[in-house]
């Protein structure tokens, strides 16, 4: 559960993410700031999915990949943010909406029944 939580709260923040940056294209000025805020946050919240991942996979018995999928997203989202603070839109942009796409397939993924505590204790049987 504590994966599922996590990936949820980094899917919210990426999708804020997005209004952010549309609010700020829209006008308001003052969601730029907001915008690297929540930028912080979601890559905390990135780390926080890697630790998260560790524990599904070792001591939950989960897959190991979530754990590469975790490094590489905060991977990306530190260029990202780095991308963002130089000005880069160019770069910036399609990383954003490719971040948003990869981080919606692993809370897709992570609500699946398949991919909970249950179904990793039960696969043994």
Known sequence: MVFRTVVTCEAVLAL???VLAGSFLSGHYEA???????????????????VAALLLWRPG????WPVLAG????????????????????????LGVAIIAGTLLML???????????RAAGADA
């Open 16 to 18: 804020g993410q997005a």
């Open 32 to 50: 730029l700031d907001l915008h690297a805020l929540n930028a912080t946050a979601t890559g905390l919240t990135a780390l926080a999915q890697i």
């Open 61 to 64: 018995g989960g897959p190991g």
């Open 71 to 94: 490094i590489a997203l905060f991977a990306v989202e530190a260029g990202q943010i780095a991308m963002g603070y130089g000005r880069a839109l160019a770069v910036h942009v399609p």
């Open 108 to 118: 897709v993924w992570a609500w699946r029944p398949a991919a909970g505590p249950e």
